[in-house]
Nanobody, 114 residues
Framework: QVQLVESGGGLVQPGGSLRLSCAAS????????MAWYRQAPGKQRELVAD???????NYADSVKGRFTISRDNAKNTVYLQMNSLKSEDTAVYYC????????WGQGTQVTVSS
């Protein structure tokens, strides 16, 4: 059974930082591309950042220079370091594993507010 479990969300002030983690089980983690998506109220889910099995990364323009995606294959975990957070970053953040199939985590809420 595949499980993706996100953690690290919460309430942070504008300009602050958070680090999201996603622990995967049930897949050969090193062979999967991993991604973070987010969905704000009333909006479609959008790609935030992606890291392929070989380590190449891709970012949405709105987070370039502020967010960093990384992975630790020994820990079966992908991270999203989020710096200089803005109110528009408020959303539920979802972990995604993709190769032959696509798997999703349950999401973690990130709220940026003063």
């Amino acid at each position: 059974q595949v499980q993706l479990v996100e953690s690290g969300g919460g309430l942070v002030q504008p300009g602050g930082s958070l680090r999201l983690s996603c622990a995967a089980s049930g897949i050969i983690f090193s062979m999967y591309g991993m991604a973070w998506y987010r969905q704000a109220p009333g909006k479609q889910r959008e790609l935030v950042a992606d890291i392929l099995s070989g380590g190449r990364t891709n970012y949405a323009d709105s987070v370039k220079g502020r967010f960093t995606i990384s992975r630790d294959n020994a820990k079966n975990t992908v991270y999203l370091q989020m710096n200089s957070l803005k109110s528009e970053d408020t959303a539920v953040y979802y972990c995604n594993a993709h190769r032959n199939y696509v798997y999703w985590g349950q999401g973690t809420q990130v709220t940026v507010s003063s």
